[in-house]
């Protein structure tokens, strides 16, 4: 008769479901920081045209910025919608960012 041995109870199964917690933990935290980052970008270049151009074209952008998820992509909105001139400068590189 095989001995049978209820393999959840060893040690070696408790370690890699603690590992295994740990690892995933870490990876959701790490997906929640990125996510952050982008809504954070995202705010903040809609404030900045808030305050450059008006409300009408801060809601404008909006519907353009949740098209991009790319980080580098959004800083470097954030980094023209300063130094860009015009409303039609700024349009342009935002869907140059697409």
Do not use: C, H
Not at 16 to 34: A, F, H, M, S, T
């Amino acid at each position: 008769m095989p001995i049978q041995v209820d393999i959840t109870k060893t040690f070696l199964y408790k370690e890699g479901e603690k590992r295994g917690l740990q690892k995933g933990l870490k990876e959701g935290e790490q997906r929640g920081v990125v996510k952050g980052l982008k809504e954070g970008l995202k705010e903040a270049i809609l404030m900045d045209i808030q305050v450059k151009f008006g409300q009408l074209k801060s809601k404008q952008v909006k519907k353009l910025l949740e098209r991009i998820d790319d980080i580098k992509q959004l800083k470097k909105i954030k980094r023209e919608v300063i130094t860009v001139k015009s409303w039609n400068d700024l349009i342009k590189v935002i869907n140059s960012q697409k």
